[in-house]
């Protein structure tokens, strides 16, 4: 339903003259790519978490960044210095040191680590096809492309799931909890995220947008320490520091 409003929003920008969304003229291959792709990516990565346990989720998500280099170098001819490909490894080793320290053991099954690993090939997929649509496209218009294929494929699987009863697709919109997440998730995250995220890869390298994406683990969490009360430890502060140092050093190079 987050994807469902946000199209709504973004269309009503659209139609309100505000913003555009223009094909004529353009490659929309790498932008169809791009949308394509996200669907499966939450698909994989969620279906991969439920079938492992946080540690090994978290640690193969970390190595998102080094995935994400190796196909810029193959795909885009993109090539990083040596200090960006030495420092990339330490975001890495930050987000595995504070997921394997939060976490709770379980059971890893063989089908959660194809999911997980499916997940980051996808991932690394959709940062070169954002990053080559970036020449035509607005960071606006791949958002709304993004939301758009999201909107229509999760809103076909819940018709699936619910054998077509819009009453029941309609009903957590009575619960203002549900609604007040709703919100937060259209306008923060299928939004503003998306926004942010697809501005900064037409103005960076996949290189540094992907040793960037670790970050999201540090933001979850402190996240956790501070709204839902959950304990921290001095490996989760050493664990942020390699992150930050890592990124640093990264960014600190040219594209």
Request: charged share 10%.
């Amino acid at each position: 339903m987050r994807f469902l409003a946000s199209w709504v929003i973004m269309t009503a920008l659209i139609w309100s003259g505000k913003k555009s969304f223009s094909l004529k003229g353009k490659n929309f291959r790498p932008l169809l790519a791009l949308a394509l792709l996200e669907p499966p990516y939450y698909f994989f990565e969620s279906y991969g978490v439920y079938y492992s346990n946080a540690t090994f989720a978290g640690t193969v998500m970390a190595f998102a960044p080094v995935v994400g280099i190796l196909a810029a170098m193959l795909f885009l001819g993109e090539k990083p210095t040596r200090r960006q490909k030495i420092f990339s490894l330490l975001p890495t080793a930050g987000v595995i040191i504070i997921t394997s320290v939060g976490s709770s053991m379980g059971i890893v099954k063989p089908l959660g680590a194809i999911f997980l690993f499916a997940s980051q090939i996808v991932a690394a997929g959709m940062k070169l096809y954002n990053k080559k649509s970036s020449e035509e496209f607005s960071s606006f218009e791949r958002t709304y492309a993004i939301v758009v294929a999201n909107a229509i494929i999760f809103t076909i699987k819940s018709m699936i799931d619910l054998h077509g009863d819009v009453r029941a697709y309609a009903a957590p919109l009575g619960n203002p909890e549900y609604v007040f997440a709703l919100v937060v998730l259209c306008l923060f995250c299928s939004i503003a995220a998306n926004l942010l995220v697809n501005y900064a890869c037409g103005m960076m390298s996949v290189t540094r947008i992907s040793t960037f994406s670790t970050i999201a683990t540090i933001c979850s969490a402190f996240g956790g320490v501070i709204f839902l009360g959950e304990p921290i430890t001095w490996m989760t502060f050493f664990g942020s520091t390699i992150i930050i140092i890592g990124i640093w050093q990264v960014t600190r190079d040219a594209s």
